[in-house]
């Protein structure tokens, strides 16, 4: 998995017009925000790659070549990954409620509206990543996946489990978040406890989150982890489908 959306990513990244992404730049996606993205937003005259970018908000989301409607929530400040100790701080950007904010490109891109349960954002371990600067993939879950979870999101509740079902072939643990928007719920700050209790670092975990409507309608998230061990680089991106079938079941858009 990691080697094959490593060739991809490369690939997509070349496409962007930047000779030292196609020799598997590490800080390709930095350098595109930091010296396109960013500076055209403050006014100056280079090229616009970025779908948006919010100064304030210290992000910008980014068009992935690969996939059909895949984008990128981007720091425009310097974060590593997942693993970075600034995220963790209590003034710290909630990048997860900013890239499910930006979920509305994913729509256009598809020209539909995507059910809740269908959307996920991801972000993979440091072992799982083929860039240092953190970046959430917004993109529609992978069919089984979704499936999976509308069968056993009833037992998922509030604290951290492990699902009954293996994703993917790994062990995957689960919470649910009762916050709609994640107004007041930081996915990063729910994970490092739990990483914590198990002798773990944050770089070696995985995030997904998932929307999910609990059995009474109220919108709920379901919030899941994976962690580097053998045979698993933590890479919950692979619950994803960059080619968005599920789109074909959703609502045409007006």
């Known amino acids: 998995m990691k080697t094959t959306n490593t060739l991809r ?13 196609c020799a598997a730049n590490p800080n390709a996606l930095w350098d595109i925000v930091h010296d396109y993205c960013e500076p055209a937003a403050e006014g100056a005259q280079v090229r616009q790659k970025c ?17 059909v409607a895949q984008y990128l929530l981007i720091p425009t400040a310097r974060v590593s990954g997942i ?31 995507l059910p809740r349960d269908q959307m996920s954002l991801a972000i993979n371990s440091a072992s799982g990543r083929t860039q240092n600067q953190l970046h959430i993939h917004i993109d529609c879950l992978a069919p089984d996946v979704a499936q999976t979870l509308r069968e056993v999101g009833p ?22 978040i009762d ?3 994640l107004a007041l719920t930081d996915p990063f700050k729910l994970l490092a406890p739990y990483a914590a209790s198990r002798g773990q670092t944050m ?15 109220a ?21 994803q489908d960059h080619t968005c079938a599920l789109a074909d079941r959703s609502i045409e858009k007006p």
């Open 9 to 21: 990513f490369l690939v997509a990244l070349c496409a962007f017009g930047l000779p030292l992404a």
């Open 51 to 67: 779908a948006d970018v919010n100064l304030a908000g210290g992000y910008a989301v980014l068009k992935d070549i690969v996939g």
């Open 83 to 113: 693993e970075s100790p600034e995220l963790l701080e209590p003034d710290a950007p909630n990048y997860f409620r900013d890239a499910w904010n930006a979920r509305g490109y994913v729509n256009r891109a598809l020209h539909r509206t």
């Open 155 to 176: 037992g998922i509740g509030t604290q951290w489990k492990p699902l009954p079902v293996r994703l993917r072939g790994h062990v995957y643990s689960a919470m649910r």
């Open 179 to 181: 916050d709609a928007d």
């Open 203 to 217: 770089g070696e975990q995985t995030l997904l989150l998932a929307g999910a409507v609990r059995s009474d309608g």
């Open 219 to 239: 919108p709920v998230f379901f919030l899941l982890n994976d962690h580097v061990q053998p045979g698993d680089w933590a890479s919950s991106e692979e619950l």
